[in-house]
């Protein structure tokens, strides 16, 4: 059975401060995809990672994929008000279905 | 391109009833996934299709529930007989198979409560 845990469950932080959150299994994946999701929504796609250490960008969003594919992290630089909410790391698994992790609730204050 | 929607947003239904609920993919989209999202947890896998074909159904998947893509396009998902640990978030993604990865595109969900 192919599973992801995510840590911390919970971060609360003050405006401008940096963070990491972690996507960890001992399962293989062929992509890992992070979404996040705000009450009442729908995921939303933020990025797809597919090589082993490959770094991708989105503003202050920093994904790495680790060389092994079995391990993700999202480093936040600068954390604003409106980056709180539900971040999801996905694995594409065997059958091409997303297994999800537990997810990181992240809260920005001002 | 219109995202993935989903009918109704809401649904209160009680115990014992049943209901169905309705996703509209991303009109290009060959493959359509139903996942649930119980409150704290991250969305679990029940079953998708490849255009009409449904592929593979997640043995957490009870005989009460139904999903059906017969045209290839919309899907619906039944749940028979409603129980109150049915109550959950329903989700639908949908996602081309042109070329890896599939990224998964998600809808608004559709929040049931059985009472």
């Known amino acids: 059975t192919q599973l992801l845990e995510q840590s911390p469950q919970f971060l609360s932080i003050q405006e401008g401060e940096n963070l990491t959150v972690y996507c960890n299994s001992s399962s293989v994946f062929s992509s890992l995809q992070w979404y996040r999701q705000e009450p009442g929504e729908g995921p939303v796609l933020l990025v797809t990672v597919v090589t082993g250490g490959e770094v991708k960008k989105l503003k202050r969003l920093t994904f790495q994929f680790g060389d092994a594919r079995k391990d993700s992290s999202l480093h936040i630089t600068a954390a604003q008000p409106g980056d709180t909410g539900l971040y999801l790391c996905a694995g594409e698994g065997w059958t091409d279905k997303l297994i999800f992790g537990t997810g990181t609730r992240l809260q920005v204050f001002p | 391109d219109t995202g993935v929607s989903q009918n109704p947003r809401h649904k209160i239904t009680k115990r014992g009833q049943n209901v169905t609920f309705r996703c509209d993919p991303i009109?290009?989209?060959?493959?359509l996934y139903w996942y649930r999202q119980t409150l704290g947890q991250g969305p679990e896998f029940l079953t998708y299709f490849q255009n009409e074909a449904q592929l593979e159904k997640s043995r957490l998947l009870s005989d009460r529930f139904s999903a059906e893509r017969p045209k290839g396009s919309f899907s619906t998902l039944e749940i028979q007989r409603t129980e109150q640990g049915d109550s959950a978030m329903y989700l639908c993604?949908?996602?081309?198979?042109?070329?890896?990865?599939?990224?998964?595109?998600f809808g608004p969900g559709t929040r049931l409560t059985v009472t």
């Open positions: 009109s290009e989209h060959n493959r």
């Open positions: 993604a949908s996602s081309a198979t042109s070329g890896r990865p599939y990224e998964q595109y």
